[in-house]
């Protein structure tokens, strides 16, 4: 089975990480007082929860819950929001679950912003694993994938959300290997963006569920240990090679993991390569060049971002 995606129109850049206050979406003063998940300010999005509240409170008297009574189902924001998306982001558990159980097995689970983010997706942003799992146990669908062509399980293991990720895994099994093998729209799957990310208990998990060690960036063809080297980080290029990571796996460049080490400071993982590279892959190939390794340069992945956006 495959991820559903939609042509990437419109992407947005990943703002500072740095500006957003974990776990509660707090904005640090920015130019752009906007929050991502498409309000136009964090005002409008208040009174847009408010007035959701206030529905749901109606309901509760409402004795056919699949009447018309739900105009809190069709309400949407300029940017595509529904009321679902809004309960997530500002952690109004209650009422959010109280919308998930009166929509199960609903389309109005799975309805994206304009940024494609469904509620799911939003509840792993924010580190909502109770609302994670009833989600997915009431239909949402962990295949749906963003403007960024990352569904729900590449944004835990871009965030090192290992709650989500365990709800995640645990209560998708069907879909599991087609969600920790497909790349978003930077050629990275789940095992690339824990690798980017440096969350080693990430990659131990998801190599033991079956993700493919060796698998190569559409792109560029690099590798988790290619990343590991890229990053100089000891630690991951440690776990990767425990794990049975190939050092001889070569990149579309005709670069092996150690011919990376080349120009790096680290000899620590230089010296753990070089032991394990074949002879004949030791030197670098004719063609290596300064812009050969240019080539190599990181991608939006691989900078900080915050997957809660600020629009311009």
């Known amino acids: 089975m495959d991820v559903r995606r939609v042509p990437d129109h419109g992407r947005m850049d990943y703002g500072d990480f740095d500006d957003m206050e974990a776990k509660h979406g ?4 920015c130019h752009e007082e906007r929050f991502d998940s498409g309000m136009d300010s964090i005002k409008e999005e208040e009174d847009a929860l408010g007035d959701a509240l206030l529905s749901l409170r109606e309901l509760s008297v409402c004795e056919d819950p699949a009447a018309e009574c739900e105009p809190w189902k069709t309400a949407v924001t300029e940017d595509g929001d529904t009321l679902l998306h809004l309960a997530v982001i500002h952690e109004a558990t209650d009422h959010a679950l109280q919308m998930i159980k009166l929509s199960r097995g609903q389309s109005f689970l799975n309805v994206q912003n304009h940024q494609r983010q469904t509620a799911l997706h939003l509840a792993v942003i924010t ?9 997915l146990k009431a239909g949402a669908d962990p295949l749906l994938a963003d403007n960024g062509g990352n569904t729900a399980l590449h944004m835990a293991c871009k965030r090192g959300s ?7 895994t645990q209560n998708c099994q069907s879909h599991l290997t087609a969600m920790v093998s497909f790349p978003n729209y930077n050629g990275h799957n789940c095992l690339h963006l824990a690798c980017i990310n440096g ?10 569920l079956g993700a493919d060690i060796n698998a190569q960036e559409p792109c560029s063809g690099r590798t988790a240990l290619h990343l590991a080297v890229d990053l100089q980080n000891p630690t991951l290029v440690r776990c990767l090679l425990e794990l049975g990571a190939n050092v001889n796996r070569l990149n579309y460049g005709g670069f092996a993991p150690y011919h ?10 230089r010296r ?5 590279t074949a002879r004949e892959l030791r030197e670098l190939p004719d063609s290596e060049s300064e812009s050969d390794m ?8 691989e900078q900080m971002y915050d997957d809660i956006k600020f629009g311009k």
């Open 294 to 301: 240019e080539d190599l340069d990181t991608s939006e992945d």
């Open 162 to 168: 290992l709650a989500c990720f365990g709800v995640i």
């Open 260 to 269: 990376l080490t080349y120009g790096r400071q680290n000899e620590e993982i």
């Open 127 to 135: 580190e909502q694993p109770q609302l994670v799992e009833k989600l």
């Open 26 to 29: 707090k904005a640090m003063p």
């Open 272 to 276: 753990r390569l070089m032991e394990r």
């Open 199 to 208: 969350f080693i208990s990430l990659v131990e998990s998801l190599v033991q």
